[in-house]
């Protein structure tokens, strides 16, 4: 068996102690040896990183122009809670820590999600779903409109 794949998402900053503030504020870590004053290595779990690189670090590793998400979404960036008290507590953190609404709370009963922009625009989603859907019940669970 091959070994699983790590993903590392790399994101551009313009406050690199601002976003590492942020982001501590709700609850991540970063791996020290891997942060310095142009990136810090924010850990997600074992299997995956989100690499907050200073702007012009950032751009060390692109031909093409940085996108400024405060004016356009490049991504949308999705993390999952355990429960739905959990996406909240994370979500109620974010906008708690100066980040904003991205778009109003989803809620479908077997999956809960709400959104926020970090500090630098960049769109973050938390979501839960039962593990009834997790185990692939979820289409039969989607409320079909009248």
Same mark, same amino acid.
């Given at each position: 068996m091959s070994q699983p794949r790590m993903l590392f998402v790399n994101l551009p900053v313009r406050d690199l102690e601002a976003a590492k503030a942020f982001f501590t504020a709700l609850d991540f870590a970063f791996d020290p040896k891997f942060t #310095?004053?142009?990136c810090a290595c924010m850990v997600l779990n074992d299997q995956a990183y989100v690499m907050l690189l200073a702007e012009q670090? !950032?751009? #060390? !590793?692109? &031909?093409? @122009?940085?996108?400024d998400a405060r004016e356009a979404t490049e991504s949308i960036?999705? +993390? /999952?809670? $355990? #429960?739905?008290? $959990? +996406? #909240?507590t994370l979500a109620d953190a974010a906008l708690a820590a *100066? *980040? &904003?609404q991205a778009s109003p @709370?989803?809620? %479908? $009963?077997?999956? !809960? *999600?709400? /959104?926020?922009h970090?500090?630098? *625009? %960049? %769109?973050?989603?938390?979501m839960w779903m039962s593990p009834e859907a997790v185990d692939g019940c979820a289409a039969d669970m989607v409320e079909q409109p009248a």
């Open positions: #310095d004053a142009n670090r !950032f751009a #060390d !590793f692109t &031909t093409r @122009p940085t996108v960036l999705c +993390v /999952s809670a $355990g #429960d739905r008290a $959990g +996406v #909240d *100066g *980040g &904003t @709370p989803m809620d %479908h $009963g077997f999956m !809960f *999600g709400r /959104s926020f970090d500090l630098d *625009g %960049h %769109h973050w989603e938390v």
